[in-house]
């Protein structure tokens, strides 16, 4: 099984989150593909991106991944200002049918709000996807490797099921 996973990090913590999850579905036999997103301006300071979230304007993605084909497809982002961060919401732009496709949806950070969740599931399903198994995640809950490792497999644990 093929599994597409797309992420956006600007410090590494969800990049670290999103290889964790991929090794996760390898332990389960998926062949993951990681897939970080990465803007025109990756070294903006952090109030234009912010000020970018809170407005809802996405960010220009340098290459966006292409999503064809696979199983699953799995969307790490972190939260910033409370709002979808912009280079999530340029990718949800860029999706396409998903024909039906099972979505893990988790976004990170300090201070993670379910409305961001919620926002990004219903843009997802606007792309006919299959379930969507979802999660609002505190970083400081995941502060080690092995922490880190037990959700990623909680989680593919709760997609597969």
């Known amino acids: 099984m093929k599994t597409n996973v797309v992420y956006f990090s600007r410090t590494g913590n969800n990049g670290r989150l999103a290889r964790a999850i991929a090794r996760a579905l390898e332990d389960k036999g998926h062949a993951a593909e990681l897939n970080q997103l990465k803007t025109t301006h990756p070294n903006a300071s952090v109030i234009p991106t912010v000020l970018m979230s809170v407005f809802k304007m996405p960010a220009r993605l340098v290459d966006p991944p292409v999503i064809k084909d696979g199983d699953l497809l799995v969307l790490v982002g972190p939260v910033w200002a409370s709002a979808m961060c912009p280079a999530i919401r340029a990718f949800l732009g860029t999706l396409p049918d998903l024909g ?12 993670p709000h379910e409305n961001v969740v919620r926002d990004i599931n219903h843009k997802i399903k606007t792309h006919n996807s299959g379930l969507i198994v979802s999660d609002a995640l505190r970083l400081r809950d995941v502060d080690n490797p092995e922490k880190m490792s037990e959700y990623a497999e909680g989680m593919v644990k709760r997609i597969l099921a």
Request: aromatic share 8%.
């Open 100 to 111: 039906g496709r099972k979505v893990l949806n988790i976004v990170a950070g300090f201070n």
